[in-house]
């Protein structure tokens, strides 16, 4: 996996096999093709939901500093995902910035990166297709008491950054990069935090970090496989490169399943988070020529799409000079794509894994709308 990474230029020290426990049963094999059910389209936002996968340093930097380097690292990673980039545009307000101190932590989409530098800044922000609006509101201080409660996630100090104390707000917020007024005290409660000041510029901040920290919902990785049994003297072609647009698996897969003696068995969908290996477990019966197999898939969000690992063995031997089956793969593959890896075995058989990883929200729809524009091969 490290050879990989740095072949595609990326650093990702946790994408590593940690199986915890997401598992998944098995129907038949099949001789014909495989029916399955169409994964329904979502409304995408491809700002707000592609994601950079390490951590953007710029504290110490301004903000125009600091969204300059998000605009690199954004613009890097699509010309290793073959994705198209838009043009972002940055617009502030006149007069002095004043260094930052927050830190971009990965994984973490490119929208929510734009709006913490904004929270840091102590300044809104809105967004008009690819420029973002960035807004220094006027604030008047009267030096009255206000009292003010928000609602929080449970890991919110944990999410500015703070790796002591998980209650310590007030330590948190400094540490993100806010110059708290002295007479600022936190409350912290579950999801609700209780604030009294008398800073209505404090007030304004901390609401801002908060906005900016909670733009980034949890998400799940809903992944399809299915394995092939091909023939020794099949006319099926393995294409080149690993990773495929959704439109051109589609028409890899059919011709696969549709080639004379392929079969082919279709696993049932299985649900993981970010990093967490799937395990795909079925126990050898020796009645069924697809007994003995394990399959293990590892996602992880990468700008558009998905980094994807797969592990798969075929621990019966089949007739396949007593050698048993093991396939590696890891790379790249667009939401709703699918990464195709293929081996031959010394009979002249091949067996080919296929997967197709699909990012979804908590109720399991789909978070991005399927892309049936291009047909690209993608292969770091």
Request: glycine share 10%; net charge positive; charged share 25%.
């Amino acid at each position: 996996m490290k050879n990989l990474l740095a072949t595609a230029g990326i650093a990702l020290t946790s994408f590593a096999w940690v199986w915890t426990g997401s598992s998944c049963g098995f129907g038949a094999a099949q001789n014909s093709q495989s029916g399955g059910k169409a994964m329904a389209s979502s409304k995408a936002d491809p700002l707000k939901n592609f994601y950079l996968v390490e951590e953007i340093k710029v504290s110490g930097l301004t903000p125009s500093a600091a969204l300059d380097k998000v605009r690199v690292s954004y613009e890097q990673l699509c010309s290793k995902t073959g994705e198209k980039p838009l043009k972002l545009a940055f617009e502030l307000p006149p007069g002095p910035e004043k260094p930052l101190r927050v830190k971009l932590e990965a994984p973490r989409t490119l929208d929510n990166s734009v709006r913490v530098i904004a929270a840091a800044a102590e300044m809104t922000v809105e967004r008009d297709g690819s420029t973002y609006r960035f807004k220094a509101p006027r604030v008047q201080e009267n030096g009255e008491l206000v009292k003010e409660t928000f609602s929080v996630p449970p890991d919110f100090v944990a999410r500015l950054g703070e790796k002591g104390n998980a209650r310590d707000v007030r330590s948190a917020l400094t540490n993100f990069g806010i110059d708290l007024d002295d007479s600022t005290r936190f409350s912290l409660t579950g999801s609700k935090l209780s604030m009294e000041t008398r800073s209505a510029g404090d007030v304004l901040a901390v609401s801002s970090a908060i906005a900016g920290t909670i733009g980034d919902l949890p998400v799940q990785f809903q992944m399809q496989a299915q394995v092939f049994e091909i023939p020794a003297g099949s006319k099926w072609t393995a294409p080149s490169g690993g990773g495929f647009d959704e439109k051109t698996a589609k028409r890899l897969l059919k011709d696969l399943e549709r080639s004379r003696g392929v079969k082919v068995q279709t696993i049932p969908s299985i649900t993981t988070r970010q990093y967490e290996v799937g395990l795909c477990d079925w126990s050898e019966d020796t009645r069924s020529p697809m007994g003995g197999k394990v399959l293990r898939m590892q996602a992880g969000s990468l700008g558009g799409g998905h980094l994807l690992k797969t592990s798969y063995s075929d621990t019966a031997g089949r007739t396949n000079g007593g050698k048993h089956v093991h396939i590696e793969d890891a790379g790249y593959a667009p939401d709703f794509g699918t990464r195709l890896s293929v081996q031959t075995l010394p009979d002249g058989s091949r067996v080919a894994v296929a997967v197709t990883p699909v990012l979804i929200d908590a109720t399991g729809k789909p978070v991005r709308k399927p892309e049936r524009k291009l047909a690209v091969n993608y292969g770091f």
